[in-house]
C-alpha cells in the first residue's frame, strides 16, 4: 500500500449484511460506491465507504459501452474478484448483468452461486420488482443475500424510454412501492432507488423494514451510492444526481503531461530515478 493510502485499521469491523438493518434502525446513513479494480477498491475501503458495487455500469465507465446490456458475467468475474480481494471492511456486491437471471429462479441460483464462488463477494444485485421476486427467493434460500434496484433500471433503459425518472404519478408511485414490498418479502437485504421522486424514496423507505439506498431519490433514503468517476470527476460530463467531490480527470491528464514533457526533454528519469553504480 503506498504512504498516502490511509490503511483500514485492524480493528474496523467488516461490513456484514445485518449490519446494514441495523444501521437503519439507529438511523446511521449507509454509504455505497462502484469499484471495479484493486487499487480503487482498496483507496475507497480505507476511506471507509460501508458498500462497494462492483456494477455493471463498468460497461459504460470501463469497456466504452453506452449501455450495461453488453456487460457478462464473464466480464464482472474478474474485477468482483479484485475488489473483494481488496476490501477489508466494506460490503462488497455484484451486480448479475443483463441476460443472466431473468429465465427464472434456476437461472439467477446458477448465476449467483458462480459469483459467489469464483468472486468472493458478499452479495449479488439484480434489477426489478415483483418479476424478479421468484429470483430473488431462490437466491435468498441458497444463502445468497440479495440488494434489489428499483425505479431506473439501466438493464431496461430502452423498455423505459431512456433516462427517465420513475415513480412519479399516484399510479406509478403505487407500482413501485408494490415493488418494494415484493422484494422486501422475497428476501432482499437492502434496495437501491434510482432516479426516483424525493417523496416517493421517501415514502418507500419509511414503509420498508430494509434499507434504502438512493441515487438520485433524495436524502431521506437510508443511504445513498454514486459511481465513482462521476463522485471523483473523472469525466466531463456528470449526471445531474451526482456531486463532483473532486477532479481527478483533470489531476490525472495533467500528471501524464508532465511525463510526456520530461520524457520529451530527457530530464526523467533523472538520477534520483536511476540505479547507480
Same mark, same amino acid.
Given at each position: 500500500?503506498?504512504?498516502?493510502?490511509?490503511?483500514?485499521?485492524?480493528?474496523?469491523?467488516?461490513?456484514?449484511?445485518?449490519?446494514?438493518?441495523?444501521?437503519?434502525?439507529?438511523?446511521?446513513?449507509?454509504?455505497?460506491?462502484?469499484?471495479?479494480?484493486?487499487?480503487?477498491?482498496?483507496?475507497?475501503?480505507?476511506?471507509?465507504?460501508?458498500?462497494?458495487?462492483?456494477?455493471?455500469?463498468?460497461?459504460?465507465?470501463?469497456?466504452?459501452?453506452?449501455?450495461?446490456?453488453? /456487460?457478462?458475467? %464473464? @466480464?464482472?468475474?474478474?474485477?468482483?474478484? =479484485?475488489? *473483494?480481494? $481488496?476490501?477489508?471492511?466494506?460490503? +462488497?456486491? !455484484?451486480?448479475?448483468?443483463?441476460?443472466?437471471?431473468?429465465?427464472?429462479?434456476?437461472?439467477?441460483?446458477?448465476?449467483?452461486?458462480?459469483?459467489?464462488?469464483?468472486?468472493?463477494?458478499?452479495?449479488?444485485?439484480?434489477?426489478?420488482?415483483?418479476?424478479?421476486?421468484?429470483?430473488?427467493?431462490?437466491?435468498?434460500?441458497?444463502?445468497?443475500?440479495?440488494?434489489?434496484?428499483?425505479?431506473?433500471?439501466?438493464?431496461?433503459?430502452?423498455?423505459?424510454?431512456?433516462?427517465?425518472?420513475?415513480?412519479?404519478?399516484?399510479?406509478?408511485?403505487? /407500482?413501485?412501492? %408494490? @415493488?418494494?414490498?415484493?422484494?422486501?418479502? =422475497?428476501? *432482499?437485504? $437492502?434496495?437501491?432507488?434510482?432516479? +426516483?421522486? !424525493?417523496?416517493?424514496?421517501?415514502?418507500?423507505?419509511?414503509?420498508?423494514?430494509?434499507?434504502?439506498?438512493?441515487?438520485?431519490?433524495?436524502?431521506?433514503?437510508?443511504?445513498?451510492?454514486?459511481?465513482?468517476?462521476?463522485?471523483?470527476?473523472?469525466?466531463?460530463?456528470?449526471?445531474?444526481?451526482?456531486?463532483?467531490?473532486?477532479?481527478?480527470?483533470?489531476?490525472?491528464?495533467?500528471?501524464?503531461?508532465?511525463?510526456?514533457?520530461?520524457?520529451?526533454?530527457?530530464?526523467?528519469?533523472?538520477?534520483?530515478?536511476?540505479?547507480?553504480?
Amino acid at each position: 500500500m503506498s504512504a498516502h493510502t490511509k490503511p483500514t485499521p485492524a480493528s474496523a469491523k467488516q461490513v456484514r449484511v445485518h449490519h446494514l438493518a441495523a444501521a437503519k434502525e439507529r438511523g446511521e446513513k449507509i454509504t455505497m460506491l462502484t469499484a471495479y479494480d484493486a487499487v480503487t477498491g482498496t483507496l475507497l475501503d480505507a476511506a471507509g465507504v460501508d458498500m462497494l458495487l462492483v456494477g455493471d455500469s463498468i460497461g459504460n465507465v470501463m469497456h466504452g459501452h453506452t449501455t450495461t446490456l453488453p /456487460v457478462t458475467v %464473464d @466480464d464482472l468475474i474478474p474485477p468482483a474478484r =479484485a475488489v *473483494a480481494a $481488496a476490501a477489508k471492511r466494506a460490503l +462488497v456486491v !455484484v451486480d448479475l448483468p443483463f441476460g443472466s437471471y431473468e429465465a427464472g429462479p434456476v437461472q439467477a441460483l446458477a448465476t449467483g452461486v458462480r459469483m459467489m464462488k469464483e468472486t468472493g463477494v458478499a452479495a449479488v444485485k439484480l434489477e426489478g420488482g415483483t418479476r424478479v421476486a421468484a429470483q430473488i427467493r431462490a437466491l435468498t434460500d441458497a444463502g445468497i443475500p440479495v440488494v434489489a434496484h428499483l425505479g431506473f433500471t439501466p438493464q431496461s433503459e430502452h423498455a423505459l424510454g431512456g433516462h427517465r425518472v420513475q415513480g412519479r404519478g399516484d399510479e406509478a408511485a403505487e /407500482v413501485l412501492a %408494490d @415493488d418494494a414490498l415484493a422484494v422486501q418479502e =422475497a428476501g *432482499a437485504v $437492502a434496495v437501491v432507488l434510482e432516479m +426516483v421522486p !424525493v417523496d416517493v424514496a421517501a415514502r418507500i423507505t419509511e414503509v420498508l423494514r430494509i434499507p434504502t439506498i438512493g441515487i438520485g431519490a433524495g436524502a431521506q433514503c437510508d443511504g445513498q451510492v454514486l459511481v465513482w468517476t462521476d463522485m471523483a470527476g473523472m469525466t466531463d460530463w456528470t449526471p445531474r444526481f451526482a456531486k463532483r467531490y473532486a477532479e481527478l480527470g483533470q489531476a490525472l491528464q495533467g500528471a501524464a503531461e508532465e511525463y510526456i514533457t520530461d520524457v520529451k526533454k530527457g530530464t526523467f528519469p533523472d538520477e534520483a530515478h536511476s540505479f547507480l553504480e
